[in-house]
C-alpha cells in the first residue's frame, strides 16, 4: 500500500462538507479499484474469442492476456510506489486510470498477439499505480472511526471484480464480443478518472522511501515463510480457472450454462473470503488456510475425475465450482493476518507484496495451465490439485517461522 499520511485523529465529530467529500471520494475509489479488478479478470471470460480472432492457441491468449499483466502487475508494483511517491495523491489516482483506460483501448484495438502484449503491459502499469494507493487514500480522507469501513468498501471494488469480472466477461463476449467488452472497460475506467477529479479532495504526496529499503522486509525469514505461500495458492487456483470456458466445457457444462458456473465461482469467492476473515480472527490463521487448501485440493481433483471419465453431472460440478471459489479467495485474509504478525511495523509495505505476490501466482497459474492444455483440461485441473496439495504442504512445513523479538 501507498504511505499517504492519516490525518489527524481530532476530527470533528460530526460528518462536514470535508467529511461527506471525504465519503464520496471513498466510494469513487472503490468504483476504480473494481474497474482496475474487472480488467484483470474479465479476460479470461473471453479466451477463445481472443484466440480466434488474432489465430494463436487459448494458452497463447491466456499468457499473453493474463500472464502478462500478472507479472507486469507484481514487478512494476513496489517500483512505482517509489517513483510516484511525491506526486499528489489525486493527480497519481485520475492518470493511473487513464492510463488503464488508454490501455483497454488498445488492446480492444490490437490487430495481433505483440499489440496485445504492450497493451497488457501499460494496464499493468495503470493498476499497480492506482491500486496500493487507492485504500491508504480513502484513509486518509475519513475520520478514524470510518477508516475501517472505508477500507472494506475500496477493497469491496476488487473481490466484487473478482466475483462478476469473469461472468461479465463470458456474457459481453456473447452479445458484444471481446473488442466491445474491452471498450467497455475503458470507458468505466474514463469516467471513475473524471468522477475521482471533480469529487477527491487534493492530497499532497509524501517523502520518497528508496526500493532498497522497502524490499528490506523481505530478508526476513519469517515474511519468507508466507510470501511463496500466497504465489503457490493463486498459482493453483489460476491453474484452470484462466482457461474457464474449455474447463467448463471438458466436465460436459453446456455454453448456455457457463454464465451460471461463472457466477457460482465468484459467488463461493465472495463468501470465503468474508467466511475467512471471521475464522482467521477466531481461529487464527493455520486452521483457515488448512480448510482451504483441502477443500481446493478435493474440488480440483474431483473435476479432473469427471473430466477423466467423461461424466456429466451438472449439479455436482456447480457445487465443486462453487468450493473452488470460495477455497481460492479465503487465502486472503489469513495470509495478510500472518504477514501483519510477523511485520506489524512494515504493515502497509508486506500487505502490498503479498498483492504482488498474487499475481505472481496467478501468472505462474496461467503459464503451468497453457503448458497443461494441450495435453487435456484433465491434466490442467490435476495440476492444480497438485499444486494446492503442494501449498497445504509448504504450510505445515512454515507455520511455526516465527518473527525476530524485535518486531
Known amino acids: 500500500m501507498s504511505d499517504v499520511s492519516i490525518k489527524s485523529d481530532r476530527a470533528p465529530a460530526g460528518p462536514g462538507p470535508a467529511e461527506q467529500k471525504g465519503l464520496s471520494s471513498t466510494l469513487v475509489l472503490a468504483l476504480g479499484t473494481f474497474a482496475v479488478g474487472t480488467d484483470a479478470f474479465v479476460v479470461a471470460g473471453f479466451l477463445?474469442?481472443?484466440a480466434a480472432d488474432l489465430q494463436v492457441s487459448v494458452a497463447a491468449a491466456g499468457q499473453a492476456s493474463v500472464t502478462v499483466f500478472a507479472a507486469a502487475?507484481?514487478?512494476l508494483s513496489p517500483v512505482l510506489a517509489t517513483a510516484t511517491a511525491r506526486l499528489p495523491r489525486r493527480a497519481l489516482l485520475v492518470t493511473a486510470l487513464v492510463v488503464l483506460g488508454l490501455a483497454n483501448l488498445c488492446s480492444a484495438l490490437a490487430p495481433n498477439l505483440p499489440v496485445l502484449i504492450i497493451s497488457r503491459i501499460l494496464a499493468a502499469v495503470g493498476a499497480a499505480?492506482?491500486?496500493?494507493?487507492?485504500?491508504?487514500?480513502?484513509?486518509a480522507l475519513v475520520r478514524p472511526e470510518l477508516r475501517a469501513r472505508a477500507l472494506a468498501v475500496v477493497i469491496g471494488g476488487l473481490t466484487v471484480a473478482t466475483a462478476l469480472g469473469v461472468p461479465l466477461g463470458n456474457l459481453a463476449s456473447h452479445w458484444l464480443g471481446w473488442r466491445p467488452a474491452l471498450g467497455i472497460v475503458a470507458a468505466l475506467c474514463v469516467l471513475v478518472a473524471v468522477g475521482l477529479r471533480l469529487i477527491m479532495p487534493a492530497l499532497p504526496g509524501n517523502a520518497r522511501v528508496p526500493l532498497r529499503t522497502r524490499l528490506a522486509v523481505l530478508r526476513r525469514p519469517a515474511v519468507l515463510a508466507v510470501l511463496p505461500l500466497t504465489i503457490l495458492g493463486m498459482g493453483a487456483c489460476y491453474t484452470a480457472y484462466a482457461y474457464s470456458v474449455p474447463?467448463?466445457?471438458?466436465?460436459?457444462i453446456p455454453d448456455s450454462a457457463h454464465l451460471l458456473m461463472l457466477f457460482?465461482?465468484?459467488?463461493?469467492?465472495?463468501?470465503?473470503?468474508?467466511?475467512?476473515g471471521y475464522a482467521t480472527d477466531r481461529w487464527g490463521s493455520r486452521p483457515v488456510l488448512t480448510l482451504g487448501y483441502l477443500a481446493m485440493t478435493a474440488s480440483l481433483g474431483l473435476l479432473a475425475w469427471l473430466s477423466a471419465n467423461d461424466a456429466s453431472l451438472e449439479t455436482v460440478v456447480g457445487l465443486l465450482v462453487l468450493m473452488w471459489?470460495?477455497?481460492?479467495?479465503c487465502q486472503t485474509p489469513p495470509q495478510q493476518h500472518r504477514?501483519?504478525?510477523?511485520?506489524p511495523h512494515e504493515a502497509p509495505l508486506v500487505v502490498s507484496l503479498n498483492s504482488s505476490s498474487i499475481y505472481l501466482g496467478i501468472g505462474l497459474g496461467?503459464?503451468?495451465g497453457g503448458i497443461a492444455l494441450p495435453s487435456g483440461m484433465t491434466a490442467v485441473y490435476g495440476l492444480g490439485a497438485a499444486l494446492a496439495l503442494a501449498a497445504l504442504l509448504f504450510l505445515q512445513l512454515t507455520a511455526r517461522t516465527k518473527a525476530p523479538a524485535a518486531d
Not at 471459489?325 to 479467495?329: I, K, M, P, T
Not at 504477514?339 to 511485520?343: M, P
Open 48 to 50: 477463445p474469442s481472443i
Open 73 to 75: 502487475y507484481a514487478v
Open 129 to 139: 499505480a492506482y491500486t496500493p494507493s487507492a485504500g491508504a487514500v480513502s484513509a
Open 247 to 252: 474447463a467448463l466445457r471438458s466436465v460436459h
Open 264 to 276: 457460482l465461482y465468484g459467488l463461493g469467492a465472495v463468501l470465503g473470503n468474508i467466511a475467512a
Open 325 to 329: 471459489g470460495a477455497s481460492s479467495w
Open 339 to 343: 504477514l501483519i504478525e510477523v511485520a
Open 366 to 368: 496461467t503459464v503451468l
